[in-house]
């Protein structure tokens, strides 16, 4: 064992933080890539492109969960997590090759469907994706102990994650999108399959002596998600909504169907949390809450370039846009409007992932003080503020810049401290499946993104984008109000202190 992991040194929780990075860099990549290249290159509209990027939540719910069962009950190749960091680190590297390619693919295989194609190898991609990431999560809370350490240890993979996120997004504007393809899957590559090799588990994890027969099959996680039901219904409906027009007429029913099963939901958890106090409880709250807060940083990650598209470019001169001049001064090519468009959403993804990769320091800071929730709270709030300014306030190309600071903020703590409050709310031992589990708050929101384009796209009003986004988050945001503290936080600040 390392002597810096004996230590939990700072320098440890970089290291452990490395292939978490690989699932940030190559989900950065494909945000920046994939609705443009389908969009530009070979033409689909907005929910032609969301249909696409379902099949991400699609191989989260069999991915994460099934991968997280597995990897808590194993042991080979020296670990329970590294082998499927490898394995996921190594299919995603292929995957990324692919996607140049889909005209290419589309011709040798005779399917003539384009759609088919970009969703076969967007599913291949993220599923290889999900595989890496439950282990990347899960072995930061395998190898912390609760409390202070633990948290510095999933900030540390936001700070390490968000710098590489920013990179992906340079490399966007500076070489273009269709390169940077090659380079993730170089750089996934090396960041997912060598750190873990210096990194050495424990055999033996901690379980909980009142959790120590706790069983768990299909039929338990069936009955854990229950608050995610809506989500998962809708998902499916839009699957079939795609290949079966005459469920076209129930698709906003079903739609504003699910969102009401969830808030009903949730309220009902929140008066049963007031009743009786228990973890369970506690996690099923922080879990769809945190579903809402997905459904918004989903969409748009989508659909932003459709919504530059129509609402900033038409106001812009392309010879002023500054993203442009990453690119024009670096490559000497002259941004068109399609790829100026992109330049935009790059640099735009860029800044959310700057803030996204310093502020958990001081989020971390700020926590001592006010506890965890409070401050997920009060970062939530900025990507809510971001959100409507974007929506009634962004006509040029900086509005789109501040309102995505403002979001930043918030997406610095959504995938940092909401790790840290959830791990301490459910057993040790069962760390993998309970992230597999939680994962299904991220994915099953996802699938609502395209409920999201299909109501744009009968509109044709791009605004509502962001509206909705500023609308979710807020939703998030209340129902996060009603979430305890974590008793490690708890048990800290009621500790008597010394004094004379």
Known sequence: MLNIQKKLSNPFL????????????????????????????????????????????????????????ISDNVWFMGGRRRPFIILGGMVSALAFLTLPYIQEISNITGIGDIIIIASVIALFLDLSVNVTFNPARSIIADLTPEGKVRTA?????????????VFAYFLSMLFGNELLLYIASALVFLTAVFPILFIQEKKDLKTETTQTDEKFGVWQIAK?????????????FSVFN??????????????????????????????????TKSNRNEFHKIMLAHSFTWVAFQSMFVMSGFFIEKQILPNL???SITANWFAERLTGIVQTADSSIGNIVSLGFLILNFVGAIFPLVLQWVSKYIG?????????????????????????????????FLAGIGWSAVISIVFAIMSE?????KMGMYMGVFNLA????????????????????????????????????????????????????????SGH
């Open 317 to 319: 001169e392309i010879a």
């Open 442 to 497: 991220v994915v099953l929101p996802q699938m609502m993104s395209n409920g999201v384009a299909n109501v744009i796209k009968q509109t044709q009003n791009y605004q509502l984008l962001y509206i909705l986004c500023g609308l979710f988050v807020t939703t998030s945001v209340v129902f996060w109000m009603f979430v305890r503290e974590p008793e490690s936080f708890v048990a800290q600040n009621s500790t008597p202190k």
């Open 372 to 404: 965890r929730v409070k401050t997920y709270i009060s970062a939530l709030s900025f990507s809510a503020i971001g959100y409507f300014y974007i929506a009634f306030l962004g006509h040029v190309e900086f509005d789109f810049y501040l309102g995505m």
């Open 242 to 275: 795609h290949f079966f027009d005459v469920l076209t007429p129930f698709h906003n029913p079903m739609l504003i169907g699910a969102l009401v099963y969830s808030i009903v939901i949730g309220i009902i958890s929140i008066i049963k949390g007031f009743k």
């Open 224 to 236: 854990e998600i229950f608050p995610l039901y809506g989500f998962l219904i809708f998902g499916v």
């Open 425 to 429: 709310r459910v057993n040790p031992a």
């Open 153 to 165: 240890g999933f900030v540390w993979m936001q700070i390490v994650s968000g710098f590489f996120g």
């Open 14 to 69: 970089a290291l452990l933080a490395l292939p978490a990075t690989a699932v940030g860099f190559a989900l950065s990549t494909q945000i920046a890539a994939l609705s443009w290249i389908l969009s530009k290159k070979y033409g689909l509209d907005i929910h032609e492109v969301a249909f696409v990027w379902l099949a991400g939540p699609i191989a989260g719910i069999f991915g994460q969960v099934i991968v997280g069962l």
